[in-house]
Nanobody, 115 residues
């Protein structure tokens, strides 16, 4: 059974930084492209960034230049380093494979950007 556990969210002021982590278990993590997704209140879940098994990354235009996705296959972990945060980045952040798999969604971690 696959389990993804996200952590690292919190309350941060505009312009601040956070680092999210997602630890995977029950899966051969290294073979999957992994993604970070977010869902803001009243909006659909969207892909923020993804990283291939080989480390190639892609970003949504809204976060390009501010967010960095990385992975540690030895630790079954994917990270999202977020900088220059804006109020519109406020959302619950999730990791999943890309394309996402319905059975893999975890609880997510809340990121709130507010002064």
């Amino acid at each position: 059974q696959v389990q993804l556990v996200e952590s690292g969210g919190g309350l941060v002021q505009p312009g601040g930084s956070l680092r999210l982590s997602c630890v995977a278990s029950g899966v051969i993590f290294s073979i999957y492209t992994m993604g970070w997704y977010r869902q803001a209140p009243g909006k659909q879940r969207e892909l923020v960034a993804r990283i291939s098994s080989g480390g190639r990354s892609n970003y949504a235009d809204s976060v390009k230049g501010r967010f960095t996705i990385s992975r540690d296959n030895a630790e079954n972990t994917v990270y999202l380093q977020m900088a220059s945060l804006k109020p519109e980045d406020t959302a619950v952040y999730y990791c999943n494979a890309f394309p996402s798999l319905d059975d893999w969604w975890g609880q997510g971690t809340q990121v709130t950007v507010s002064s």
